[in-house]
């Protein structure tokens, strides 16, 4: 029988790869690049999706990306129990595929059957055709053993709650008694919530227009412009976003613009504004003239697309908020936010590698910057004014400890009380936890400046 020239049909047929194990191979290179190259999850998504026409297979890559980013710390460390020796590097996508694949069965529910079969398609999609059967035998066992394996995993509060050991360690140190709660939540998808812009519609009306699209939401009593939906949605096919009617926003962040309090005619300083999404929830509450500064100059066009979607302007500044001699025009603020660079442990839920690239050596040179931060701005704000000091931290280092420290030999500053509508107790401030209120975790103190 004569082979079939190169191009025919044919061979067309036979090198083609299914849909499904196509899907699966974009995936583990994406993983990949997250859990071994320090990828961030939304950069490698962002990567992956463009290869992807249905809306469908992207919704699926999503998916399994974030709940194998989130469980990697667990699934991985199955992966190596059942292997009798490590992988080679130049296999490791075939190890991320395998970690895909135990989240799939585990955590998605996909069945095992198409599992199995379309990740072993995958590996050869890899170009790792050597490992196909590896990869088979790997994924069998991992179905029979599951119950004995998972458990075994339980035994370790690092593979039981997929955290790095010095997370979880600060968890149980700052919070014991809602450390449990803490790490559930961490591991639970979070909601999608929406902040309306009130210069452009009511809540009422954004409810009545997604209602008659078909989506449900919900429009918690304890936040006056969140609508939360109850299942996930590409945002920008819901009504009104192209006219700019809402934002994407945690329940958390929109307590910032409550708390600060904004009046017409004050000077509002977000120190450390991108991507933008409380300048603008500011700039939706009260005629304020706003400077949104941030030290990432590659940040700021983000920021001008945002307030330019919501029809809202403001003034728009690249530089350090710990120098502001290089940036500030010596006229003073009346309010004065400082959304500091934190640990984002309060947002693991949402951005799940955040477990796999913080490291506990981090805190202590962030704490530092929170500390240069505060003291650095603290002469910009006008005597009555009011600063609010705010991170996505659950750790008491971050928070209470920073502003303690602040607050120390400064007679002119005073803690304004908050009340438990914002959290738990944490020195001069409050603490949301991760889930309490279907919200992130949160960090809030408030400082007055006495005349």
Known sequence: MSRPP???????RAQAVPPGAALRADAARALARV????????????EANPRIADARDRALLAATLFEASRWWLRFDAALAR????????KAREVRALLVLAFAQVAVLGLP???????SVEAVRALGQPQYAGLANALLRRFLRERASLEAELDRDPVTRHAHPRWLVDAIERDWPGQAAAILAANNREAPLTLRLNRRRTTREALLARLADAGIAALAPDALADAIVLAASADVTRLPGYAEGAFSVQDGAAQRVA????????????????????????????????????????????????????LGLAATI??????????????????????????????????????????????????????????????PLLAPGGRLLYATCSLLRAENEGVLAEFLRGRDDARAVPLDDGHGHAAGVGRQNLPGEGGMDGFYYALVEKQS
């Not at 400077?291 to 983000?302: E, F, I, S, Y």
Request: glycine share 8%; net charge neutral; charged share 25%.
């Open 6 to 12: 190169q191009g025919s049909p044919r061979r067309a």
């Open 35 to 46: 859990a071994l190259d320090g990828a961030s999850l939304r950069s490698a998504l962002a």
């Open 82 to 89: 059942l292997l009798d020796k490590p992988l080679p590097p």
């Open 112 to 118: 095992e059957y198409a599992v199995v079969a379309a």
């Open 258 to 309: 409550d708390l600060l309090a904004p009046a017409a005619g004050m000077r509002v300083l977000d120190a450390c504004a991108a991507p933008g999404g409380k300048s603008a929830h500011l700039l939706e509450r009260a005629d304020i003239d706003l400077v949104a500064l941030d030290a990432d100059p590659a940040r700021l066009p983000r920021v001008r697309e945002n307030l330019d979607r």
């Open 317 to 378: 500044v690249a530089g350090d908020a710990g120098e502001p001699e290089g940036w500030w025009d010596g006229k003073p603020f009346q309010r004065i936010l400082v959304d500091a660079p934190c640990s984002a442990t309060g947002i693991v839920r949402r951005q799940p590698d955040i477990k796999l690239h913080r490291r506990g050596a981090d805190v202590a040179p962030l704490v530092a910057t929170q500390a240069r931060l505060l003291a650095a701005l603290w």
